[in-house]
């Protein structure tokens, strides 16, 4: 009944995924003291994906878009984008990269933008710096009604909304027609409404017109929107969601979100914080390979606390196992409460709606 999937992040299948990080590193050294920000993260996104990436304050998800839109450079790694290896850039190569390769959105509004052009006059001006060919005005014309701000071209960014000022930096970010558009919290200054409807506005420029598109944010609801969500945990990759409609046996579609563990080329996962605490692991765990899945259990044996009564009739129950990345549709009968969330589990019914 249930499905035994595993992401493996492999990067050498045919046609080179637009965005390949393998094994990436970046530490800050600041005053003496190191951070590493990024600890080996894996992620791909093939040509013409949505992906959200969320994660907590600090997780490393500037430090990624700052590598990936070629401002900053890894400290080991690979970092591939739109078939560019960003650790081997020249400075030349890397300023025609990030002009004509990548498209960028920043969360404040005021960064987007150029204060005294208007709308219109932002997006010509893009052009003009990455050297576009063809019919200037006409292109203009056409991403902003794209983003539905037409109505605004010829206004400065003071004489509009913040959701109209981010959708025309989306304008300004592919209006050179980038292969991957890339938005570091884009919806962060916005009301709820407007971030739903900015963030369908990227979801609209992705489908029509395929640009690769990966948003940061540290809004979880933003999974919603698209069909793939990862999570980034202590600068890697730990888990993603996947969504999908299926049609049940009365022939109703349903939204379908499936949660994954990310499992490196070496085998390492992280497991999440909430199965961690509820056995109360830490630093050695046993393994053990089951027929279809593997058991994690504590290292250390589990004293008894106030030693309450044992029933005599009633065998131990095996230590609880957490499973991961291979999840089965239900607990094995005897094992003790399950952890809060059945993550990696049988895949979570949702409303359509
Ligand atoms: N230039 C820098 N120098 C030193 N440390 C840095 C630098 N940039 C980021 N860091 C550190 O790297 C880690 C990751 O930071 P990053 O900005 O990537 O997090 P984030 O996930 O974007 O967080 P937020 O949600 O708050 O924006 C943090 O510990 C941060 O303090
Ligand atoms: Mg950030």
């Known amino acids: ?124 001006a893009a052009l003009a710096v990455a050297g576009a060919r063809g019919d200037r005005e006409a292109r203009v014309r056409e991403v902003l009604e794209v983003l539905d701000v037409a109505g605004v071209a010829d206004r400065r960014p003071a004489q509009m909304s913040g959701g109209q000022q981010q959708r025309v930096a989306i304008a300004v970010a592919i209006a050179n027609e980038p292969r991957v558009l890339l938005a570091d919290e884009p919806t962060g200054e916005l009301d709820e409404a407007t971030s739903a409807s900015v963030l369908e506005a990227m979801r609209s420029v992705n489908e029509r017109l395929g640009v690769t598109t990966l948003i940061v944010t540290h809004d979880p609801t933003v999974s919603e929107h698209v069909a793939r969500t990862v999570q980034i945990r202590d600068g890697r ?10 049609t049940d046996e009365h ?41 279809n899945h593997v058991a994690v259990r504590p290292g250390q044996e589990q004293r008894p606390t106030a030693a309450p009564p044992i029933p005599t009739a009633v065998p131990h129950p095996e230590p609880s196992t957490v499973q991961d990345a291979a999840p089965s549709a239900a607990p094995a009968a005897g094992t003790p409460a399950a952890p809060p969330r059945g993550r990696h589990a049988a895949p979570t019914q949702e409303d359509a709606s």
């Open 251 to 291: 022939g109703a579609e349903q939204a379908v979100a499936e949660e994954f563990a990310v499992l490196d080329r070496v085998g390492r996962l992280q497991l999440p914080h909430d199965f961690v605490g509820a056995l109360g692991l830490h630093d050695r765990v046993r393994l053990s390979l089951e027929p």
């Open 237 to 246: 990759t730990s888990t993603e969601v996947l969504r999908s409609t299926r």
């Open 1 to 124: 009944m249930e499905k035994t999937e595993t992401r493996v992040i492999e990067t050498t299948e045919t046609g080179e995924p637009d965005v390949v990080c393998s094994d990436l590193v970046r530490i800050f050294t600041a005053q003496g003291v190191e951070v590493q920000a990024l600890q080996g993260l894996n992620l791909r996104l093939d040509r013409g994906e949505l992906v959200a990436l969320i994660g907590a304050s600090g997780s490393g998800k500037s430090t990624l878009l700052g590598i990936l839109s070629g401002l900053d450079v890894p400290t080991a790694g690979v970092a591939r984008v739109a078939g560019h290896d960003l650790l081997a850039l020249g400075r030349r190569e890397r300023v025609a990269f990030r002009r004509r390769s990548v498209g960028f959105v920043w969360q404040q509004t005021g960064r987007n933008l150029l204060p005294y052009l208007t709308a219109a006059e932002n997006v010509a």
